[in-house]
């Protein structure tokens, strides 16, 4: 498992550990490197331990020991308003016997610039998020995608070099979420700016950031930038986490350099890649993505492994189609194929052969 990638780190968390009670490790010996511009987001479920993260950045929550550093500095007893730090949380937290413009001239006003200064950098951040007409507005006549707007315009109004997001977009109806993932994106990247981003919707994880650090039992579980996340995860727990996946269960028969041969439970015999099991006779799983599969016999890559499948059911999902399986003994294996002029169709009880090329598959540890 990889912590770190990077030797110039912008924020550092160096052998971090928080408890609450004293006994029991929220975080557990983080060690983690963002670089200066780099947009990652701490991605596990509720307890993981990704917002502790982002909190003790903030200053909001001390660590129990080791050490964080921002641009080389430790900021470990550094208050909250001391750190330069913008900062986004899902409830918005905006004032709401305050104006927009008012809300957003706070953290100027503590910072003691001037009217004219305050003025000229008010209209800059609304003008980033489309929301220049609106200073003279309260809250409560906002929209939730306008407020979120505000929230995210109260962060960068003071020109951070790093801005946390916790949640920030957990509020609004998916459509709204969709299109603020690329707003907020399209501005990292026009910026310039850190941003560390939590989120548990891996969707949102996947589409916005330029890494990913999977946490689960308050640890790191993988770092990798999307793709590799995705297409090569480094454990079950990640494989299952990061989008929908199958996963097979079985035995270890042989093991040549990364090539693994896996005994199904059932018997059946595949071919995988060795990820993390290390001998011959250990319990694996195999990990498959359900869009890798193929049931046309012309569309079968070279070397594909074929085994007999049992159609449960599909699902009509628009651009696509899901169809639930029966293969190798488990009933919960997932096929997905786009929903394409002429496709074939399937329908509940039909037998049939599915295959996927072996690279495509990845022995990891057992569930």
């Given at each position: ?162 801005v946390l997001m916790d949640e920030p977009l957990g509020a609004l109806d998916k459509q709204l979420r969709e299109h603020m993932q690329f707003e907020i994106k399209a501005l990292h990247e026009r910026l ?176």
């Amino acid at each position: 498992m990889t912590t770190t990638t990077r030797d110039d780190g912008y924020v550092v968390f160096d052998r971090v550990q928080k408890s609450y009670d004293g006994q029991t490790l929220v975080v557990k010996d983080l060690n983690l490197s963002i670089g200066r511009g780099e947009f990652l987001t701490m991605l596990g479920p509720s307890g993981s331990g990704k917002t502790t993260c982002l909190m003790m950045l903030a200053g909001f929550e001390t660590a129990t020991s080791g050490q964080i550093l921002l641009d080389g500095r430790n900021i470990n007893d550094m208050p909250p308003h001391k750190r330069g730090i913008g900062m986004v949380f899902q409830s918005y937290a905006l004032f709401p016997h305050m104006t927009v413009g008012e809300n957003l001239a706070f953290p100027l006003e503590v910072r003691g610039m001037t009217k004219a200064e305050r003025e000229e950098r008010i209209a800059r951040a609304l003008d980033m998020v489309q929301m220049g007409a609106f200073a003279s507005r309260r809250p409560a006549q906002l929209s939730g995608g306008q407020q979120q707007r505000i929230a995210l315009a109260r962060a960068l109004v003071f020109d951070p070099k790093l801005v946390l997001m916790d949640e920030p977009l957990g509020a609004l109806d998916k459509q709204l979420r969709e299109h603020m993932q690329f707003e907020i994106k399209a501005l990292h990247e026009r910026l310039g700016i850190t941003v560390v981003y939590v989120t548990h919707d891996q969707g949102e994880a996947l589409t916005m950031s330029d890494r990913i650090a999977v946490f689960n039992d308050g640890r790191i579980q993988q770092l990798a930038p999307p793709a590799a996340l995705y297409e090569r995860p480094d454990n079950s727990f990640v494989a299952s986490f990061i989008g929908e996946n199958n996963a097979l269960g079985g035995t270890i028969a042989s093991l040549q350099g990364d090539k693994a041969t896996v005994r199904l439970f059932n018997g059946d015999v595949i071919d995988a890649t060795a990820v993390n099991v290390r001998e011959v006779g250990q319990q694996t799983t195999v990990s498959i993505r359900p869009e890798r599969i193929e049931f046309k016999p012309e569309m079968m890559p070279d070397g594909a492994h074929t085994l007999p499948a049992e159609v449960m059911d599909v699902v009509y999902m628009g651009d696509i189609l899901r169809a639930r399986l029966k293969v190798a003994g488990q009933d919960d294996f997932v096929m997905k194929f786009r929903n394409t002029l002429g496709q074939t169709r399937l329908n509940p009880g039909e037998q049939i052969r599915v295959g996927w090329h072996p690279q495509d598959a990845r022995a990891l540890d057992p569930v």
